[in-house]
Every structure is written in structure tokens, then in C-alpha cells.
């Protein structure tokens, strides 16, 4: 049954790719023409490229349909933006720039001649015109210009603010524009403040004035020497936007590296002494046929308006490794694999992982297709070539070799019994040396050893395992926007954000007395968070007009709906504190209403997660009390931590998804039910090895290395699968002959493949942005573990496995056998058992 479901389909495939391969050779220049023409019409597509990049941190790293973006919706409705600016309240994070100013020696910063500098740059800022001066563009709260509160205190003193009971009553700013703060035990009196922090909020309703004026910003802080005794770090509202798009510049002079790399190791692999049997032109137009891929699938794609993310320019790194990883085995199996497991990362929320796998998957399908026929013909004409014995370079007939010297004079020599090349030193190496050594006893306990060591080191790293992309890592290494960030973590830690508490719910009784209890409950609940602090009341707009209810002497107790409402409006209307922006009354009805909390000691991702998920349990909590409270927590920043709540699932998930895909293809493909399980558990044990190994290279779980995992699959099945399917081809009798078998037709193929594919995202290991550097390390991961589990695991757990003896020594359809390597490339594109070199080919 085996034998007849395998033959099924690889039968008809083979003969359908004999007839394509006497085509390719009897026309080999009509394919050549057809394929160039096909890649530069397509290619025109790029001429769309400027217009559909997309490089929008929050449209391509935040999860599509995240839940805080739906929370945002229906804060934006029911609280629209005032015209009275209140930094509190902001539904994003606002227009602004930022200023961090710390000693130079990390040393008190609240001193006069400290304050002497800050006070000038501050004054150097709101002077910056580009057009318009910053009082024509700031953020305006009773029609004067939001400005920081410590510099009001000095302003209206003239001396440094050295009492907190002051900074207190100022919005409590020491919490967030103050830090490295010490108190004097027992008092109010400050002995140091490490840092201050300033922002300069701009009117968000002027868009594009605020761009030129935030790079006038930027200009000035970038040059600026005048500070004499601070050190300042500078960041934008627009910062890190532009930083990433800065990226893309820093890739770009990597692409020359890595295609000379590319066309250096393929003309090595491809060269022979024999001057006949080598095969440099078939190298080059390898890097080329490759090449077209990218232009012909990007072009494509971008006439039909696929956003073109940021991730995708790591995509002809990969094109490039994928073509001559490629070389030794089948490329329409490994094509089907790699295909697949892209087009389920289609799956994922994030919009960088989906232009990725687009853009990707679409690329290695043209590869195919150029293979099997731009290349199919350059191989075609290059077996013209050494039929006619002529030399590689100059394309002159040259004397028949009789040995395997070779020379620059003489070549064209085969082994006259076999009718093929001569064995390469390669070859020789894995049947006579490795596959024996590899098989033995002995060596094959350590190796088991050796896989339990490896597998407890992954096990563990996976423990280690961090979640989220933390957003400094989208500027590129040595960026201002690092040296902010860095500052905020170690001065600005100690609090989180202000998190608003919606209550959604227009049905709710706010007059009722019950109601008012629950809400005090629910409130209470937040208070007593670990990522809270219950001595900082939150910011209610109701226990404020409590409070102002019982100045004036109103009964609470004793007030209805109609009283309580009339009195609110008085309220509303005599409240400096901005409460009226917190309350959607209108109509003479409570549609909505929203408080404030803040949170705690938010250093890590960890405990930006732990926020996230605690807040949303606690609210959750809250519509279960006996009076329900129907609320939403939200803050702008739940937008990026968002990531946490989707990023394992949707890992997880894609994962199993594609194991379970690979395993229905391996069943297809592989005449051993058995022997598929095993393909299938050499992907999980590679992916939980680069998922280990990568928590402990220091490498987050987030929307990048979600790409790499999901590539993992792909090629776990290229070195797996393969190998496995050459072990129970074998005709050999013993289960160590067949490994020894299956080494001597794989082994070569799957170290030039590990190599060709690691040389052509190595150069990533030296880019300055963490997108890049994130890309090599886990590609380098997947490859190093995919090529042992090939060479070295795989063949001994198959030794083991007796079930695989016998099933199919009668099986004639193997894989492509790269035992003579000089014919690699020929195989690769499936025209068998001919060169195609004639074109009477049958």
C-alpha cells in the first residue's frame, strides 16, 4: 500500500519532469530569453516600491485586531480630544520631544549651575523656528503653553526646588519627570535628583508643522555643546518611526557582500580540476537565476499593492542561501515544504510576519519556476558544452582525459564502468570514513549522550524565554533614541503608566448608593494590584465631586438621578483639574466615564506582561460583582503590549499547524509511516533547540524571530525528510549499511547547503539594527541544528528503528543522488537519467 500511494504521485511527477527536461534541452535558448523577459517585466513593479513601502511601528508589530486597539475605538467616541491639553487623558501618545538631563558624573542635578544649563537649553528649544515658533504649535492648557512643572517652580521662585511637598502638589511630576530622587528621612527636604525630564507637547491638529519643527528639534539637540556641567539625552514622537525607516539604508551595501559570497562559494562547489567538468558558468547563473526570483516575485507583488514591510528586505538573503541549499536534494519537495510553511505564517496577526511570508513564499516559487527553466537551460547547454569536451572558459575542444588528473589542456575524463564522473574527495569522506566511523558502537552512545545534553540545554533556555519586541530595538545600534531609552530605564522605572479605567456602561447608576459601593470595590480591587500602589488614590472625577458635593453641602445618600445630574453639570463647569474631559455627558445622560490608576515598578517586558493580563483580569473581575461594572482598561502603550497576549499562542499555533502540515507531506512522500513520525519529531526537537538556544543568545519571542520559527519548519523537513527517505530506499541489508548509504548520498549535499545558507546571512550578523542581527542568529540556529540532525542524529535513531529494515529495498524511486557531486546541480532540477544535452532526447 506503501509502495503503490508513494509511486502514485512521484511516478507521474518524474515523468512529467523527464518530458519538461528534454523540452528545456531541445529549446534551451527560448527558455533562457522567456525567463530573462518574464523577470524584467514583472520587475517593473518596483517602480511601486517608494508608494507601497510600510514601515509603521504600529501597523506592523502590533497585532491587526489587538484588543487595545478596539479599546482605543471606543475611548476616541465617547472622549474626543479637548482643546484644553492634558497629558493624562491622551488616547495616543501624543506630539512631542523629549529632553532627559542627567549629571555628567551621575551626580545631584539640583543645583544652581546645573539648573543654569537646563534653564538655557530649555530656552534654546522653545526659540527653534522652522516656519512657526513653538508657541504658535505647543499644546495649550488655559491658553498658555503646557510646559514642565519643575521649571515652573523655578520660574516663579527664582531658586532649585529642593522641598518634595512642593513637587507633590504639582500633578505629582517628581514621579514622572524626576528621577534618582532621595529624601531626607523623617522630612520633606530633598537631598538628590539624578535626572530631570522634560517634554515640550505640540497641538497633534498640526501635523506637518510639527514635523519640521521636531526636526528643527532634533537638529539643534544633535549639535548642541553648550551644556557645561549635564549630559542630555533627546527623543521624539517621530523618533523611532524614523529610526526604523533608517534601517533599510543600513542593510542595503550588505546585498553586494552577500551576492559576491553567494557566487564565491557556488563557483567553488562547482569548480573541478578537470577543466571540462567545471562548472562555473552553471555557479553564476545559479546567483543570477536567484536574483531574478527576487525581481520577478517582489515586482509581481507590488504591482498587485502588497505592502512592502521592512522584514521582507531580509527575504533575498534567504532566496539566496534557499537556491543552492537546493543543489543535492529535490526542489520540488523542498519547494512544497518551504512554500507551505511560509504561507501558514500567513496566519499570524502581525503585519511585518504576513508581508514576509508573503513576499518570501512568492519568491521561492519563482525560484522554482526559474530553475526548472532558465537554469534547467543553462544546464542544458552546458552539458552541450562537456559533450563536446570543450573547455569551461573558452569554450574550445580540448583532448580527452583518460584519467582523473585532469589539467588546463586536456579534461572531459569518466569512470568508463559506471559512466559517470569520478568520485570526489567529498564523497570518498562520508562513505568511506564518516558513515563508518558514525556507526559504531561506541559513537553512537556518545551521540545519544550528546542529544540528551542538547536537548536538556534547550529544554531549559526555553524556561528563559523573554516575550515582546522591545521597541529601542528598532533604531539601529549607537542611536540617540538607545541612549534615551536607556536613561528612561534606569531613572524612570520605578513607575508605569497612568492606566484609565473606562466605564462603558451608560445604564450605570452613578447617583445610586449600591452602584457607588461596587465602583469603590472595583477600585479597590486595582489599588491592591502588586503593579499598583494603594497609597496613590486614583484620579476620579466622581470621588471629586464627592467631594465638592459635600463642601457645598449636597446629601448624597438622599440625591436622585435628577439631583445628581444637575449638580454634576455644576460641577463639570467649575472644574480646573480637567474632570470634565472624563465624563461623556451629554443629553442629560452618562454615556461614559473614565478614572485613572497608576501603575507600579514596570522595568522588564515580564512585568509590562504581568500588567497587561492583571489590569484586563481585574476589570474582568469587576463586571462579575453583585452591581456590576462594566469597564476597560487602557493606556496607549497597551497598543505595543498587546504583543504579549498573542505572540506565544500565535507561535505555538503556526508551529503545530505546520509540523502537522510537513507530516501529511512526509506520509506522501516518505514510503515509511514510521519513519514520517521521525521526520516530524526532528522538526520538534530543531524547534525547540532554536527556541531554546535563542532565549539564551539573548533573543525575545516576538514578531522577527516568529518569522525564523516559522522558517525553522521548512528546512528542519529539507535535512530531515531526505535523509530519512534515502535510509529507507536503501538496498542494503543492514540498518547500518543503509545509514552509511544514506550518509554517502546526503551528506555532502547537506554541509554544502548548511554553508551556502549560513554564507548568505552571515553578513546580517554585522548590521546595526536588531531586526538583522535577530534574522542571522536564529538562521544561523536553525541551520547548524537542521544539518546535525541530518549528518548526525537522524542517522543513528534510524539504526535503531527496525520497522524501516525491509518496507522498500525494492523501491527504485530515490531521491536525486548527489553521490557524484560534479552532477548536483543537474539533478537539482530533476531532469533525470538525461543531460538533455541531445536534443533527440526520448
Known amino acids: 500500500m506503501a509502495k503503490c500511494k508513494t509511486d502514485c504521485i512521484e511516478r507521474p511527477l518524474s515523468l512529467a519532469f523527464e518530458k519538461l527536461g528534454c523540452v528545456v534541452g531541445r529549446h534551451p535558448y527560448v527558455f533562457i530569453i522567456g525567463s530573462l523577459y518574464v ?88 526659540s527653534i523656528t522652522t516656519g512657526n515658533t513653538f508657541e504658535n504649535l505647543c499644546a495649550k ?52 535628583v539624578k535626572a530631570v525630564r522634560l517634554f515640550y507637547f505640540l497641538d497633534e491638529m498640526k501635523t506637518k508643522e510639527n514635523s519640521y519643527w521636531l526636526d528643527g528639534f532634533l537638529k539643534l539637540i544633535s549639535n548642541y555643546t553648550e551644556q557645561k556641567t549635564v549630559h542630555v539625552s533627546y527623543f521624539t514622537s517621530i523618533s523611532r518611526q524614523s529610526e526604523l525607516e533608517t534601517n533599510s539604508d543600513s542593510i542595503i551595501p550588505l546585498f553586494s557582500v552577500t551576492y559576491i559570497l553567494a557566487i564565491t562559494i557556488s563557483i567553488m562547489s562547482c569548480m573541478r580540476l578537470d577543466c571540462v567538468r567545471s562548472k562555473v558558468w552553471v555557479a553564476a547563473f545559479g546567483v543570477v537565476s536567484a536574483g531574478m526570483a527576487v525581481l520577478a516575485s517582489f515586482g509581481l507583488l507590488l504591482f498587485c499593492g502588497m505592502p512592502f514591510g521592512m522584514t521582507v528586505e531580509t527575504a533575498p538573503f534567504l532566496i539566496l542561501a534557499e537556491t543552492y541549499k537546493e543543489a543535492g536534494v529535490s526542489i520540488t519537495i523542498t519547494t512544497l515544504t518551504d512554500v507551505l510553511a511560509f504561507y501558514i505564517g500567513l496566519m499570524t496577526p502581525f503585519r511585518s510576519v504576513q508581508s514576509f511570508c508573503m513576499y518570501t ?109 522591545d521597541v529601542k530595538n528598532l533604531a539601529t545600534d549607537g542611536s540617540y533614541v538607545g541612549s534615551y531609552y536607556d536613561k528612561e530605564d534606569e531613572y524612570f522605572s520605578a513607575f508605569g503608566p497612568n492606566v484609565m479605567l473606562v466605564i462603558k456602561d451608560e445604564n450605570f447608576q452613578y447617583w445610586n448608593l449600591t452602584a457607588r459601593e461596587s465602583l ?35 446629601n448624597f445618600s438622599l440625591m436622585d438621578e435628577t439631583q445628581f445630574k444637575s449638580n454634576l453639570t455644576a460641577f463639570l463647569n ?46 474582568e473581575k469587576c463586571g462579575k460583582l453583585q452591581t456590576p461594572v462594566d469597564l476597560i482598561v487602557y493606556h496607549p502603550t497597551f497598543i505595543y503590549f498587546d504583543q504579549y497576549a498573542v505572540i506565544v499562542e500565535n507561535t505555538i499555533q503556526n508551529i503545530v499547524v505546520a509540523t502537522c502540515a510537513m507530516l501529511v507531506i512526509s506520509l506522501l512522500l516518505i514510503p515509511n509511516p514510521l ?100 534574522f542571522f542568529k536564529i538562521m544561523f540556529l536553525v541551520i547548524l541544528f537542521g544539518a546535525a540532525h541530518g549528518i548526525i542524529f537522524i542517522p543513528v535513531f534510524l539504526t535503531f528503528l527496525g520497522a524501516c529494515r525491509n518496507s522498500q529495498e525494492k523501491n527504485k524511486q530515490h531521491l536525486p543522488e548527489p553521490s557524484d557531486t560534479s552532477q548536483h546541480q543537474v539533478k537539482a532540477v530533476v531532469i533525470q537519467n538525461v543531460w538533455c544535452a541531445d536534443p533527440d532526447c526520448p
Request: hydrophobic share 45%.
Open 39 to 126: 523577470a524584467a517585466a514583472l520587475g517593473a513593479g518596483f517602480i511601486f516600491l517608494q508608494e507601497m513601502e510600510a514601515n509603521d511601528i504600529e501597523d506592523q508589530f502590533t497585532p491587526v485586531n489587538g484588543r487595545a486597539k478596539l479599546e482605543r475605538a471606543i475611548v476616541v467616541e465617547n472622549f474626543p480630544q479637548s482643546e484644553e491639553f492634558s497629558e493624562l487623558r491622551l488616547s495616543s501618545e501624543g506630539t512631542y520631544a523629549s529632553l532627559i538631563i542627567t549629571g555628567l558624573q551621575g551626580e545631584n542635578i539640583l543645583t544652581e549651575a546645573a539648573f543654569n544649563d537646563i534653564i538655557e537649553l530649555d530656552r534654546q528649544v522653545k
Open 141 to 192: 492648557s488655559n491658553g498658555k503653553c503646557v510646559s514642565s512643572a519643575i521649571l515652573d517652580i523655578y520660574n516663579d521662585t527664582k531658586k532649585v526646588p529642593l522641598n518634595i511637598t512642593n513637587l507633590m502638589n504639582n500633578d505629582m511630576f517628581w514621579e514622572t519627570t524626576t528621577g534618582g530622587v532621595e529624601i531626607k528621612p523623617n522630612t520633606s527636604e530633598l537631598t538628590s
Open 361 to 469: 513564499s512568492t519568491a521561492l516559487l519563482f525560484c522554482y519556476i526559474f530553475n526548472i527553466t532558465f537554469f534547467g537551460a543553462c544546464l542544458a547547454l552546458n552539458g552541450r558544452r562537456e559533450k563536446g569536451n570543450r573547455h569551461w572558459l573558452t569554450c574550445m575542444e580540448v583532448p580527452q582525459a583518460t584519467g582523473d588528473g585532469g589539467g588546463c589542456c586536456v579534461g572531459g575524463a569518466y569512470d568508463e564502468k559506471t559512466h559517470k564522473e569520478f568520485e570526489m574527495p567529498m564523497d570518498s569522506f562520508f562513505k568511506h570514513y564518516y558513515g563508518p566511523f558514525l556507526t559504531r558502537a561506541w559513537v553512537k552512545t556518545i551521540v545519544c549522550l550528546i542529544y540528551a545534553g542538547y536537548l536538556s540545554v534547550s529544554i531549559f533556555g526555553c524556561f528563559q524565554m523573554q516575550e515582546g519586541l
Open 520 to 554: 469603590d470595590l472595583c477600585l479597590e480591587k486595582f489599588q491592591n494590584l502588586t503593579v499598583a500602589n494603594s497609597s496613590i488614590s486614583p484620579v476620579s472625577w466622581l470621588s471629586a465631586y464627592m467631594q465638592f458635593g459635600q463642601n457645598a453641602g449636597f
Open 574 to 619: 467649575q472644574s480646573i483639574q480637567g474632570f470634565s474631559q472624563d465624563v461623556n455627558f451629554t443629553e442629560g445622560q452618562i454615556h461614559a466615564s473614565r478614572m485613572f490608576i497608576q501603575a507600579v515598578n514596570i522595568r522588564t517586558a515580564i512585568d509590562e506582561k504581568n500588567m497587561l493580563d492583571t489590569f484586563r483580569e481585574t476589570a
Open 675 to 774: 519513519c514520517s513520525l521521525w521526520v516530524t519529531f526532528a522538526i520538534a526537537s530543531v524547534i525547540v533547540g532554536v527556541a531554546g538556544f535563542m532565549a539564551l543568545w539573548d533573543v525575545s519571542l516576538d514578531a522577527v524571530s516568529m518569522i525564523i520559527l516559522v522558517v525553522c519548519i521548512g528546512f528542519s523537513v529539507d535535512f530531515s525528510a531526505h535523509i530519512s527517505y534515502a535510509f529507507v530506499s536503501s538496498e542494503k541489508s543492514s540498518a547500518n549499511e543503509k545509514a552509511i548509504d544514506a550518509i554517502n548520498k546526503l551528506g555532502y549535499p547537506i554541509i554544502q547547503g548548511a554553508v551556502s545558507t549560513i554564507a548568505g546571512v552571515v553578513v546580517l550578523a554585522a548590521a546595526k539594527s536588531y531586526i538583522f542581527r535577530t
